[in-house]
């Protein structure tokens, strides 16, 4: 497992991995969803969430279902987000999106 601050890290390297975590943050949602409200390509919300997944950030909620399935934070997903977003409001790192 990787450890706490190194996750936080990779959260912030990433180009769509705090998007997708923050919408998570509002109710489970499966990959369309995601998708859908974030403007991001499905291939690369499916990706960024099996990232996720084998950190321990993200968990499917559904695993048995092949379709239609809900992907939820785990307990330190909720705390690394809630990291990331009291280091972007406090101005330790930039909020603005890597293109």
Do not use: D, F
């Not at 890290?9 to 990959?31: D, F, H, N, Q, W």
């Not at 939820?72 to 930039?94: D, P, V, W």
């Amino acid at each position: 497992m990787v450890a706490h601050w190194e996750k936080l890290g990779y959260l912030i390297a990433g180009k769509y991995r705090a998007k997708v975590m923050a919408c998570l943050s509002e109710r489970p949602m499966t990959p369309k969803q995601i998708s859908e409200k974030t403007g991001l390509y499905l291939s690369h919300v499916s990706l960024t969430l099996k990232e996720l997944m084998k950190i321990g950030l993200v968990e499917s909620l559904t695993p048995g279902l092949r379709r239609g399935r809900l992907y939820g934070l785990t307990k330190n997903g909720k705390e690394i987000l809630n990291q990331l977003n009291r280091l972007q409001e406090s101005g330790s790192i930039n909020g603005r999106e890597r293109h």
